[in-house]
């Protein structure tokens, strides 16, 4: 009776284990690997001096976030950005604050918001996007 019981233990230990290595090849593994991705993409200055005036779309998505902005241009500066469509997540909501940045600098390539670097990315991305709509 302890045998069979060391064994039902023994085979259940064992499909746990095969059970959380395939969650985390398949699905945690992949979903880090997509952050620090985005944590390391490089944004890219737009010049202004060539965008034309007008408001212009941009997103940017990853895995299963999507992010969406219009960027307003007039006179070749950034005049106003609205953000179309974020999470609804404390980290995400504490990114837009890059979008301040942005405009105070004029430029998209500035520094992410402290504990929302992913998220902050994704946005200066997506107005990356949404500029270079406006090039000449």
């Known amino acids: 009776m302890k045998k069979n019981r060391t064994v039902f233990f ?13 969650i985390h090849f398949n699905f945690i593994k992949p979903i880090n690997q997509t952050i620090i991705e985005v944590r390391n993409m490089k944004i890219e ?10 408001t212009y779309s941009g ?9 969406a902005v219009e960027v ?18 404390k980290y995400a ?7 301040l940045k942005v405009i105070e600098k004029q430029k998209v390539n500035v520094d992410t918001v402290s504990g929302a670097t992913t998220t902050s990315k994704a946005l ?13």
């Open 45 to 54: 200055d737009v010049d202004l001096n060539n965008v034309k005036n007008g």
């Open 10 to 22: 023994g085979v259940l230990l064992c499909i746990l284990i095969i059970v959380f290595l395939m």
């Open 72 to 89: 307003t241009v007039l006179n070749h500066k950034i005049s106003d950005i609205k953000i179309v469509k974020n999470e609804d997540t």
């Open 59 to 67: 997103d940017y998505n990853y895995g299963a976030f999507y992010c």
């Open 124 to 136: 200066l991305k997506a107005t990356e996007n949404a500029l270079r709509k406006g090039l000449e």
């Open 93 to 99: 909501k504490k990114a837009e604050g890059v979008i």
